[in-house]
């Protein structure tokens, strides 16, 4: 069915260098560009956990960029957790959990 856009959500742990090195800014920078709703988060194993949620495609684009992050990052995995949840409107950056 041309013209009919799946929309998908996604919450993903990144692993590697990713604290310190503006990831959460980064997520919410190019998560708001692709359009996507959700939120970040680092987590304190040294790892950022997003929920992604928007087109399918925009999504799996979110996910593709990931594994590359900002300039300082080096990202070792990108490990999608689960499919669904509710994102909340907009994307917002969370406290540390």
């Keep these: ?7 998908r959500t996604v919450r993903v742990r990144i692993a590697g260098r990713v ?3 503006g990831f959460r800014y980064w997520t ?3 998560a708001c560009g692709l359009g ?4 970040v988060r680092n987590r304190r194993d040294g790892s950022v956990e ?5 087109p399918a495609d925009d ?3 979110m996910l ?7 300039r300082a990052a080096q990202v070792g995995s990108v490990e999608i957790l689960e499919e669904g949840g509710t ?8 406290p540390t959990a």
Excluded: D, I, N, Y
């Design 1 to 7: 069915m041309s013209g009919e856009r799946k929309e």
């Design 50 to 54: 997003a929920l992604l949620s928007g």
């Design 87 to 94: 994102p909340p409107a907009g994307f917002e950056m969370r």
């Design 64 to 70: 593709r960029r990931c594994h590359q992050g900002p």
């Design 36 to 39: 996507l709703a959700g939120w």
């Design 28 to 30: 919410e920078e190019t």
């Design 19 to 21: 604290q310190g090195v």
């Design 59 to 61: 999504v799996a684009e």
